[in-house]
């Protein structure tokens, strides 16, 4: 399965742009210090192709996002709304990238670890394309990963 | 024994995941599992922060949240592999992940129909809330091992329901 670094970046570009009204430079921010707190979002993918593909970025990110998305002010959104809004990101971009996949996949609900100090693995995937872009100087990171195939052995 | 997935009833559901966890226990980490009364879930985030989440696709739809007190994460992986592996190396969130799998892998052979299950995402901290979205219940079980205590929370509906359909929309773009 191939998917182009350009396809995710162009995903990520067109959600940003048409959920969030905001533009993305792709790259990210070379040096920046880690968010003190931060959100990772997921959704898995099934089917024809099993992966997921996961979003990360600051919580001021998310905090930006839902400000736009539940047409709030940033200092009334709550931490709910901070994961219901990378969650919908993820969710679309999940969506889109299903598109591009043989069919027939499924995508899963997604899920959201937000904290100061957390790791979060997908055991028995292999990363296939990670893309750091940036949005009003923050870094946020689109993830693919896809199922790790068992390896053959010898008979 | 299978039942008709379109009338996935909490105490059926209940019912699967405790034959489940007391499959995988018994059987794998040789503990019994004693439960207390399982309910809806009303509160945000997981009730412990050593987490497995591995969701279903298919004729069946949701996510099934192992979330474990760091205790009994610990001994459980222990037992389970037969050697101590530190909280949040990667060899600890892969028997997360393996146990996870496990677990709603005894399940779905009695859930029915035709499911898909998703890799295990593992996260692992003392500092985070873990969520998982959806709109369906989510049935919470809590399970007491002679390690520590451990939860269950499983929302999964047919693909048929219209929670199911208001939910996964796709919103494509361009």
Known sequence: MEIELDQITQIAAMTWEAILGMTIESGGIAGAPAPARSIAACVHITGAWDGAVLLDCSVEVARHAASVMFSAREEDVSVCDEQDSVAELVNIIGGNLKALLPEKCFLSLPAVVEGADFSSRIPGSRLLLRVPFSCQGHNVTVTLREREKPVATAA | ?174
Do not use: W
């Not at chain 2, 009833?9 to 599992?33: G, N, Q, Y």
């Not at chain 2, 037969?82 to 060899?91: K, L």
């Not at chain 2, 600890?92 to 859930?111: C, M, P, W, Y």
């Open chain 2, 1 to 174: 024994m299978q039942h008709d997935i379109n009338h996935l009833s909490v105490p059926r559901l209940v019912a699967i995941f405790a034959e489940a966890v007391r499959d995988v226990f018994e059987t794998m980490i040789h503990v019994k599992i004693r439960f207390s009364n399982p309910s809806i879930k009303q509160d945000f985030g997981t009730a412990y922060k050593t987490c497995g989440i591995i969701e279903l696709n298919g004729d069946l739809s949701g996510s099934v949240v192992v979330s474990f007190s760091t205790e009994a994460a610990v001994k459980s992986i222990e037992c389970f592999c037969g050697m101590h592996f530190e909280p949040g190396t990667p060899a600890f969130t892969d028997a997360i992940g393996e146990l996870t799998n496990l677990i709603v892998g005894s399940a779905k052979r009695h859930l029915g129909g035709a499911t898909n299950i998703s890799l295990p995402s593992v996260s692992v901290s003392d500092g985070c809330t873990v969520a998982v979205n959806g709109k369906q219940p989510c049935v919470v079980l809590p399970c007491s091992s002679p390690f520590g205590e451990f939860t269950i929370e499983a929302r999964i509906q047919p693909r048929t329901s219209p929670i199911f359909k208001e939910q996964h929309h796709e919103m494509p773009l361009g």
